[in-house]
């Protein structure tokens, strides 16, 4: 009769020299803190919209790299943000409509009505209208200047409000819900303090137009709260940035470019 083998020992040994398994090493992205991950293309954003603004011989410049470097920075970070759901993204739509009249009808409006005043209560008049930037008297009425539209359109559109809307109505909204750890605060979770201080905050980078981006901020923070829907945001945001480019381009009122 066969004597049978031994059983094998269950528990290995250890690897042979020269092939233990290498620590993981976390990915640069990864290693972002989250409120950073929402942070960052916002900041860079207001760095270049800066230097555009400062030096004007460069915006052109300025502005497609704005474009594809926080484009780059919403792909590579899109882990580190909050799932977007796009429930009610249809009324987004229709209040980005309402928004472009509120948006232009406002504006020049705040813009007649305050015009007669000395200058340092001007508060809602553009620049002059020298320092208007008309791609086409940069880049001539060929090509050149509608490349440039068909970019400056798309950051409008499909870039700015992801960015906007990923930091204002979903990380600062929540930050001002929740102080601590904004992550314990629900998307629209209703806040009387989030739904005023994020509507003052949007105005603050928005220069000449900063009682009308209140109001404006005020209709889409109110979308937000009934919807709790980042989507619907975004949909409204896009679509008033895409009007208000139709409106520019028809009327050639640079200043609200």
Known sequence: MAVPAPAADPTP???????????????????????????????????????????????????????????????????????????????????????????????LWLQDAFAGLPKPFRWFQPSPADEWFDPFARFGPGWG????????????????????????????????????????AAVGEWDKAAYVVVAVAFAVVHGNWWLTSIVWALMIGGLLAYTKSLGACIAMHATTNLLLAGYVLWTRDWSFW
């Open 145 to 184: 200047g509608w490349a440039f539209v068909a970019i400056r359109v798309a950051g409008a559109v499909l870039v700015v409000p992801v960015m906007e809307e990923l930091f204002w109505r979903d990380y600062l909204w929540r930050r001002v819900v929740a102080p601590n750890d904004f992550k314990l």
């Open 13 to 107: 040994g250890p690897p042979p020299l020269g092939h233990e398994p290498r620590p993981a090493v976390p990915r640069l992205r990864d290693r972002v803190p989250p409120e950073w991950a929402y942070l960052l293309p916002m900041l860079v954003f207001l760095g270049f919209t800066q230097v555009g603004g400062s030096w004007p011989v460069l915006f052109p410049a300025v502005y497609v790299a704005k474009t594809v470097v926080v484009a780059g920075l919403l792909v590579w970070l899109w882990p580190a943000f909050t799932r977007i759901r796009w429930n009610h993204w249809w009324l987004g739509v229709l209040l980005g409509v309402v928004g472009i009249f509120q948006w232009v009808g406002m504006q």
